[in-house]
């Protein structure tokens, strides 16, 4: 039974898919949020997001013979098929596949796809393989949050460590003599966010003029976060001939608009809207009472027992409160958000990779961007208002085809939410609800019970009892 209302609920559905995995990282042992947390044994400044550029990129377990590597076929770089080969890379996703011909001529870009289909190498790999060897940075990409920064800059190292390519991540709230250091030790890519790019490049410490290439990566997010100028000032400043790629999972006329201004007769890369939510992703939705979902969460947890989730709320203070009654209930969980300070973000987002605790409660603004293997479940427990925060949230998981599960937790009051998110998608989200789980306490369809008719009401006075009058 499918609809786009909770109301449309009323009978039973089918019950949830039994998964494999165990309720691990259960109680407090796996909590390094509230208390400042453990670190795994490394300092500081080992745990921060730029250590993570520190690593060494020479991780080869997933290594591939190179014959066995299709992007060959496109006549790369010996260098860049043997560093794909390194990193796995066996096949182009549909993205890679589409964007890399027009790419690869030096065309612009418009790329549709949501993240995990394997967009940043569709746009690393034409940069690379067409770098030119003038001095300075020749790559820009431009992104909506630190972590996604980070990664971007690691996949670059990786990318183009047999090239002797250096990238790495600028972003603020990180040291700006780090930064400085790096900028002045020959790197050829530099993954930013807007205000950190555009404080450089007031300071002239990073110049926009004549790149190889400038991306803008998520750039709905973008917009979203209230980066509309600074994505201007940013694509004004890079004057010269450039090649510019523009991604995101959601193109609206913002995102084309700034297309039109700023580049030139680009390729469109669309996937059709159906795959903006991967076909590999089981999709349900739960009505529920408001009052009920944290019972609904843990009767969920309790029966396809995730090995990864995340579990996304609309607000800091409702993943605060979330990550506290989940550990009171014993499972291992912790909350990221903006208000957090961004050590303390960086210790949960590590901790959530390795493993420490299984359930990450996280709003869309934290958890954008981030780059997180074999994540099972991604569970709404709060609708979000923007259509195309759905489509970003279950992006999570299911990366690069792997199967996975998004359950979506609808109130009566969200109805209007979920319509929107059906009518995006181009998809209606199945209606699942466990038969023997109270989801609604009292049906507002149902018809109100008749009061019972009471006798008259007496007070006690001096003079007696007497009836009461009604108030007029």
């Known amino acids: 039974m499918t609809g786009s209302h909770p109301s449309r609920a009323r009978s039973p ?63 790369l770089k010996p260098e860049l098929v043997q560093a794909l080969a390194s990193c796995g890379y066996r096949t182009p996703s549909e ?74 991540a600028i972003y603020g709230g990180d040291s700006m003599k780090r930064q400085l250091a790096e900028l002045n030790a020959g790197l050829k890519v530099i993954a930013a966010t807007p205000g950190r790019l555009l404080d450089h490049v007031g300071r002239g410490t990073i110049s926009l ?3 190889d290439g400038v991306v803008l990566d998520e750039a709905d997010r973008m917009f979203d976060l209230g980066f509309r100028e600074d994505m201007a000032r940013i694509l004004g400043a890079a004057q010269g001939r450039r090649q510019t790629m523009l991604f995101s999972a959601t193109l609206g006329d913002d995102v084309l608009g700034l297309a039109a201004r700023y580049m030139s007769d680009p390729a469109r890369v669309f996937l059709a809207p159906d795959k903006l939510t991967v076909e590999s992703v089981h999709q349900t ?8 979902k944290l019972l609904l969460l843990i009767e969920l947890l309790r029966r396809e027992k995730p090995e990864r ?21 014993g499972w291992g969980a912790n909350e990221i958000h903006s208000g957090l300070p961004q050590k303390k973000r960086e210790r949960i987002l590590l901790g959530f990779r390795e493993g420490e605790f299984p359930f990450l409660v996280a709003t869309d603004v934290a958890a954008r961007g981030l780059d997180i293997d074999d994540v099972t479940h991604v569970i709404n427990f ?28 609808v109130t009566p009051d969200d109805g209007i ?38 006798g008259p009401q007496y007070r006690r006075t001096m003079h007696g009892f007497v009836r009461a009058r009604r108030k007029r």
Request: charge should be positive; hydrophobic fraction near 35%; proline fraction near 6%.
């Open 382 to 409: 709060d609708v979000p208002e923007n259509a195309e925060d759905y489509v970003h949230r279950v992006g999570r998981t299911a990366r690069m085809g792997k199967q996975g599960r998004a359950a979506t937790f």
């Open 95 to 168: 993205i890679q596949a589409r964007t890399l011909p027009f790419a690869l001529e030096g065309r612009d870009i418009i790329g549709q796809a949501k993240t995990g289909t394997g967009k940043t190498a569709a746009f690393l790999v034409p940069l690379l393989q067409n770098l030119s060897d003038r001095p300075g940075p020749r790559v820009v990409v431009v992104v909506p949050t630190r972590e996604l920064s980070v990664q971007v800059a690691k996949e670059a190292q990786r990318l183009g460590r047999f090239l002797g390519v250096r990238a790495t």
């Open 13 to 75: 559905g089918r019950r949830g898919n039994h998964r494999g995995g165990g309720r691990s990282g259960g109680g407090r042992s796996g909590r390094p949020g509230r208390s400042g947390g453990r670190s795994s044994g490394r300092d500081d400044a080992d745990d921060g997001l730029a250590a993570a550029l520190q690593e060494s990129p020479d991780d080869d377990s997933k290594a591939i013979p190179i014959a066995e590597c299709a992007f060959g076929e496109y006549e």
């Open 285 to 292: 939705c739960f009505p529920i009472d408001k009052e009920r």
């Open 209 to 211: 003029r004549d790149l």
């Open 309 to 329: 989730s995340i579990i996304f709320t609309r607000t800091k203070h409702g993943a605060d409160r979330l990550a506290e009654n989940l550990q009171k209930a």
């Open 417 to 454: 939410f979920l319509t929107a998110i059906e009518k995006l998608i181009n998809k209606e989200v199945p209606i699942e609800i466990f038969e023997d789980f109270v989801h609604v306490v009292v049906d507002p369809s149902a018809p109100a019970e008749e009061k019972k008719p009471t």
